[in-house]
């Protein structure tokens, strides 16, 4: 089957830099959804349940449709986006010096149909931080809408020690599990941006 222009069920604009970083050819189509945690729910199962149901919101005939959501946690405990400023120095002083781990999942679905899920989990361990450290980085206002109030791929890196498993996973897209589902659901390169514009890094 030819698939037509793949669909992007996200307003992340890291995701959607991941995917133009692999050259492929999208359009956006955010999913607008009640993303409250249910309770009980665990952070494998509160964010395969938001990529998939994402991408089935997302979903149109003869086109794949790709949602995903990011979680950063540990244990049970979730480390949001922060809805302020003082919430994010909280995430962060409370991954000071400690590893967490960050799920990315995601789901394909064609139509009504969901094609494909799953689930890649990174171990990311933080520098110990200070107070200046954290105000520093707070000000630069580049955590205030992430997980876990840090971005990786930004100056956020600077607060990271080292990192165990797939980059791209913490930065919102796991791109080798996701480019292995779009070829297996007969994608390939039919998904391929004609005029490759790529950045230099992620």
Not at 9 to 25: I, K, M, T, V
Not at 38 to 66: F, I, V
Not at 126 to 135: A, C, K
Not at 150 to 160: C, D, E, M, P, S
């Amino acid at each position: 089957m030819t698939w037509g222009k793949l669909i992007l069920a996200s307003a992340s604009p890291r995701r959607a830099d991941l995917l133009r970083w692999a050259g492929l050819d999208f359009e956006l189509v955010p999913a607008n959804l009640d993303e409250t945690r249910r309770a009980g729910e665990t952070p494998l199962d509160y964010a395969g349940r938001l990529a998939r149901a994402k991408s089935l919101a997302g979903a149109q005939p003869g086109r794949l449709s790709l949602g995903a959501d990011t979680t950063v946690f540990i244990g049970n405990l979730i480390f949001e986006k922060p809805v302020h400023r003082e919430e994010a120095a909280s995430h962060l002083q409370s991954l000071s010096g400690r590893s967490h781990q960050v799920v990315t999942a995601f789901a394909l679905a064609a139509g009504p149909t969901l094609l494909h899920q799953e689930a890649v989990v990174s171990r990311v361990t933080f520098r110990p931080l200070t107070r200046s450290m954290i105000d520093h980085y707070l000000a630069t206002g580049e955590g205030l809408d992430k997980a876990g109030a840090y971005g990786l791929q930004g100056w956020g890196g600077f607060l990271v020690e080292t990192i165990e498993g797939s980059y791209t996973n913490v930065v919102g897209l796991p791109l080798t599990e996701v480019l292995a589902a779009l070829e297996k659901a007969g994608a390939g390169d039919s998904l391929v941006s004609p005029g490759l514009d790529l950045p230099v890094s992620p």
